[in-house]
């Protein structure tokens, strides 16, 4: 008996890292496999060199031309991987914000929690902190090439910035904290984070003071002692 060879295609699911085609209409299950791909490159590697379009399209089981139907190029493939980077931190804070430790609804404790989940965040998604903050994609040349837009930077971070700034505003509300300016001192306080944040990365072995985070946040938060009737 003779049998006809079988031949194999770029959708063909017996062909190794083959990728069955996506039913019409389900684009978007697509575009979400090719930001799963580049960060998890991202995440296994710690470097922006791994994201190339060839191992993005290797890692999701299709062919690269694929991914020009969703991204203009790996610029903005990163920029995708960042925003939802930002999304995801976005969540844990508003989590902390609203978690019912048996605080009372202590606004202090609140801040506290949202400033911890901040630091927990860059330390338990290093990779995607770094891209976040540390450069590695390139926005220069991004706005030169115009894949991207100043707006689409100017904006990644600003929702959890105003989760910040809202458990910082609740502080001042109960007289908790002396500042007069909540967003502006929630901008340093945030950079006081990513200071922290940064160096605990890169100075594992150094011998933080077991306090260090409430040295941090009692200053740039203009935290003030609970009034006696208060207590």
């Known amino acids: 008996m003779t049998t006809t060879p079988r031949t194999t295609t770029a959708t063909d699911p017996a062909r190794p890292g083959a990728r069955e085609r996506n ?9 979400d496999d090719i930001l799963t791909a580049a960060t998890d490159l991202l995440d296994e590697s710690g470097t922006e060199e791994s994201v190339t379009l060839r191992a ?16 203009a190029d790996r610029q903005t493939i990163l920029l995708a991987v960042v925003q939802g980077a930002f999304a995801e931190l976005d969540e844990r804070l ?37 891209a976040m903050f540390g450069g590695l994609w390139n926005t220069q040349r991004a706005l030169a090439e115009e894949n991207v837009t100043a707006g689409d930077l100017t904006d990644l971070g600003q929702d959890a910035l105003e989760v ?6 609740d502080c001042v509300a109960a007289g908790r904290s002396g500042s007069d300016d909540p967003r502006g001192d929630a901008v340093a306080l945030w950079l006081g984070l990513h200071g922290l ?12 003071p077991a306090d260090i985070i409430e040295r ?16």
């Open 197 to 208: 944040a940064h160096q605990r990365v890169v100075t594992a072995a150094f011998p933080w």
């Open 94 to 130: 508003r989590a902390a914000h609203t978690e019912d430790d048996g605080s009372e609804g202590d606004p202090v404790a609140r801040l506290h929690r949202v400033c911890a989940a901040y630091l927990d965040f860059a330390a338990t998604r290093p990779q995607r902190y770094r």
């Open 56 to 71: 993005v399209a290797r890692r999701a089981g299709i062919s690269a031309p694929a991914i020009y139907g969703h991204f």
């Open 164 to 169: 910040l700034a809202t458990a910082l505003q």
């Open 216 to 231: 941090l946040v009692v200053p740039l938060a203009h935290l003030v002692p609970a009034a006696d009737g208060d207590r």
């Open 23 to 31: 039913p019409r209409g389900q684009g978007g299950r697509l575009r």
